[in-house]
């Protein structure tokens, strides 16, 4: 019991620090001051959100932009995007946003109902498939119902609180029941897994895979159908008043556009432009 109040403790108290850390403007203060601040807590994702010699890039980056431009267009109010932080842990990426107004939650969080009940989305700015992810020496794949017998003795390996979760516990129930499922707290983690260990697979966004490829690691890609695409948004607190402004603004025209397609092959490059949609 004295440990279970400590563990609550100890989560009132990193949610509040992260309430003090990011801080930003209700969409109602900017409009009635002309100008306010959109802050950004992130989740790094390769060709989405990232660092690079200290400045922020990727297609979700470009989007904010846009974003600003377009409510300086629409309304003659100046916007700053301001990126706050970084968190490593998906789930304490989810967190921090439910629990923080005004802010945005930027990565490639997929729109669920589940997640609906908690937090606010955007419109999605991505589709994006599943895929099954492998060390390079693992045997080829090409059947889920396979996976018993080709990967005997391998466990999977899934991000805390992501949907991927989800689709592991399919796996083992249609295709595996006695397979192993274990748990990261991030896609870093479960990269570095991946490149280490030829016994475990993982379920990753496409988007993450892009990384994988990027930096050349060894861990390939398995030719299975995981089903229907997932769609990405940014995430906000239930109080936000943001919302609104991101339906006029990320709309299908919007992402049937050229601007949209160049940001896609920008950052994701050209060979993903139909794969990521």
């Not at 989560?11 to 509040?16: G, I, Q």
């Not at 939650?105 to 109902?113: L, Q």
């Not at 599943?130 to 889920?144: C, M, S």
Request: include cysteine; glycine fraction near 6%.
């Amino acid at each position: 019991m004295k440990k279970w109040i400590s563990a609550a403790v100890v989560l009132m108290v990193s949610l509040s620090a992260a309430a003090q850390k990011y801080q930003g403007n209700s969409w109602a203060d900017t409009k009635a001051s002309g100008k306010g601040t959109l802050t950004i807590v992130y989740y790094e994702q390769p060709g989405l959100i990232y660092k690079d010699n200290g400045q922020m890039k990727g297609v979700c980056v470009d989007i904010l932009s846009d974003f600003s431009k377009f409510i300086q267009e629409k309304y003659s109010k100046t916007v700053t995007v301001n990126y706050a932080g970084e968190e490593r842990e998906f789930s304490g990426f989810l967190k921090v946003v439910q629990s923080t107004p005004n802010i945005l939650g930027v990565t490639n969080t997929s729109i669920t109902d589940e997640r609906k009940k908690i937090l606010k989305f955007t419109p999605p700015f991505m589709t994006t498939q599943l895929v099954l992810l492998t060390h390079q020496n693992a045997p080829a794949l090409t059947n889920l119902k396979d996976l018993p017998k080709v990967y005997a003795g391998f466990s999977a390996l899934v991000i805390t609180g992501s949907t991927h979760m989800k689709y592991a516990d399919m796996l083992k129930k249609q295709y595996y029941p006695d397979l192993n499922i274990t748990y990261a707290p991030s896609s870093e983690t479960v990269i570095k897994s991946l490149t280490a260990n030829p016994k475990i697979f993982s379920i990753l966004d496409f988007t993450e895979y892009v990384g994988v490829v990027r930096k050349k690691l060894p861990i390939k890609r398995q030719d299975v159908d995981l089903g229907n695409a997932e769609e990405l948004g940014f995430i906000m607190a239930k109080q936000s008043d943001w919302d609104g402004l991101w339906k006029e603004f990320l709309t299908d025209d919007y992402r049937k556009g050229v601007r949209y397609k160049k940001i896609i092959a920008d950052n994701l490059g050209s060979t993903f432009l139909n794969l990521v949609r």
